[in-house]
Structures are given as structure tokens and as C-alpha cells.
């Protein structure tokens, strides 16, 4: 059995966990949810021991094949997180996602591996480790810049570094979960976050 995960909606649309396909599909099999959005050219075959006896019992033969759902929304369920958010957690690979993976001094695209971070205005001076100070740099000019401050270095900074705030508040714990992933495509219409970062 695949191990996608399948994003799951409240009986409001609202984005409020995300699940195993596993865990999908038997929503779906008891009728408990509904797919909304399936992964395209995925289909599970499965006996008993994946599906409920009872659709099992529907089939015409000991097996049957769904496709994977992507996106569920549950019939019945109108619970709501607790805790919204508007910005994206700060993180290694959020502060990338922002900068398009591109270095702010020199424009290089660097690898979600290769690059550093660069304080604009240097720890040794104050300098904090926020979405507000902290850049995507490629070695070199990190090197380049160290403890200087932007205007004794040479080169401008393409962009100002800034907060990303996401289009909609979205709930906290799956903010932090999908921080820094490309949401599938089938999610895009039911969250908010990643598909633009907005200043």
C-alpha cells in the first residue's frame, strides 16, 4: 500500500488534518467521507484486510479498486482547529521557498541543500535570526559579505527580506506539517499556503 497522504476536510471545506491513503480510502469505503480529489493514475486493490467487509461483500469478486483520494471532505464532522495562523513558520526551507532558491546578493540559483543563510545585518552587530534579517546566499558572497553590513558590502540586495503571510489563515498544525513542501495539485483549492508567498 502507497504511502500518500490525503488531505482531509471538515463538512465546511475546511482544510483540518491530513491522513494516510490507508486511512482515506476506509473513510470513504464506510461512507463517512466523500473524495473530493484523487491522485491521478492510482488505484488501489485490495481484499478485507485494507477494505471494509462490507463494500468487500458489494464487490463482485473477493477483490476491489478504487482510486486513491487525494482530497476527502467527512460528511458529519464540523470540528474546527484551535489555533489559526497568516504567517509561515520560520524555517531552512521556507526562508528558500521565499527567495525562489535564489541567492539575494548576486541572483545565483542555489540547491535546497547547497546554499546558507546570511544575516543582513550581521549577529555581531545585533543581527537576529528572523524572516525580517535572514536571506538565501550562495557561498561566495556569503563568504564575500561575513560581518559587514549591507552598505559596506558591494553588491545590493535584490530583495528585503520579509514575513510571508499566507492568503487566509490556515490551522497552525498543518501549516507547521506542510511547511516547505509543494502541496499536490489536488490540494491547492482547499489550502492556502505555499502557492504564493505574498509580502
Not at 14 to 43: D, Q
Not at 89 to 102: E, K, L, T
Not at 129 to 135: A, D, M, P, T
Amino acid at each position: 500500500m502507497t504511502s500518500l497522504q490525503t488531505l482531509v476536510l471538515n463538512s465546511w471545506s475546511t482544510p483540518v488534518s491530513l491522513v494516510s491513503s490507508r486511512r482515506a480510502i476506509v473513510l470513504v469505503a464506510s461512507e463517512k467521507a466523500v473524495a473530493m480529489a484523487n491522485y491521478e493514475n492510482t488505484l488501489v486493490r485490495s481484499s478485507n484486510t485494507v477494505i471494509t467487509d462490507k463494500l468487500v461483500a458489494k464487490s463482485t469478486s473477493n477483490w476491489i479498486s478504487m482510486p486513491i483520494p487525494s482530497v476527502i471532505r467527512c460528511i458529519h464532522s464540523e470540528y474546527i482547529p484551535k489555533k489559526y495562523v497568516k504567517v509561515l513558520p520560520f524555517s531552512r526551507q521556507n526562508v528558500y521557498i521565499r527567495d525562489a532558491g535564489c541567492c539575494m546578493y548576486c541572483g545565483k540559483k542555489v540547491s535546497l541543500s547547497g546554499f546558507t543563510f546570511d544575516h543582513v545585518i550581521p549577529r555581531s552587530r545585533g543581527g537576529k535570526s528572523c524572516w525580517e534579517n535572514i536571506v538565501v546566499s550562495c557561498i561566495r558572497c556569503n563568504g564575500q559579505k561575513g560581518h559587514k553590513s549591507i552598505s559596506d558590502y558591494k553588491r545590493a540586495l535584490i530583495r528585503q527580506p520579509f514575513a510571508p503571510k499566507l492568503d487566509k489563515a490556515a490551522p497552525a498544525h498543518l501549516v507547521s506539517r506542510l511547511a516547505g513542501e509543494i502541496p499536490h495539485e489536488t490540494w491547492v483549492d482547499y489550502i492556502y499556503w505555499n502557492v504564493v508567498l505574498q509580502e
